[in-house]
Nanobody, 120 residues
Framework: QVQLVESGGGLVQPGGSLRLSCAAS????????MGWYRQAPGKQRELVAT???????NYADSVKDRCTISRDNAKNAVYLQMLSLKPEDTAVYFC??????????????WGRGTQVTVSS
């Protein structure tokens, strides 16, 4: 079994910054793509940013100039640095990893999410 745990969310004023972290643990052999997604109340979950095992990064247009995704393969972790936060960034942020487990099967695994609230 593979578990993902996010941290770093919270309440921040508009224009502020946050750094989200997500660490995977469990029966991991290899991790492929990693990513961050978010879901605001009443809206569908949407992609924020992804990073491949080869370090190729992709961002949603809404965050492209304000967010940086990175990964630490030694720690099985992915990070999201967010700057110049706006009220519309308020959402639950989820990390997702594509993981090969010890059962030699690739699968998508999700964390439970961390709340980010941008408000004055």
């Amino acid at each position: 079994q593979v578990q993902l745990v996010e941290s770093g969310g919270g309440l921040v004023q508009p224009g502020g910054s946050l750094r989200l972290s997500c660490a995977a643990s469990g029966a991991i052999v290899e991790i492929g793509d990693m990513g961050w997604y978010r879901q605001a109340p009443g809206k569908q979950r949407e992609l924020v940013a992804t990073i491949t095992s080869g370090d190729y990064k992709n961002y949603a247009d809404s965050v492209k100039d304000r967010c940086t995704i990175s990964r630490d393969n030694a720690k099985n972790a992915v990070y999201l640095q967010m700057l110049s936060l706006k009220p519309e960034d308020t959402a639950v942020y989820f990390c997702k990893m594509v993981v090969m487990s010890t059962a030699q099967l690739w699968g998508d695994f999700w964390g439970r999410g961390t709340q980010v609230t941008v408000s004055s």
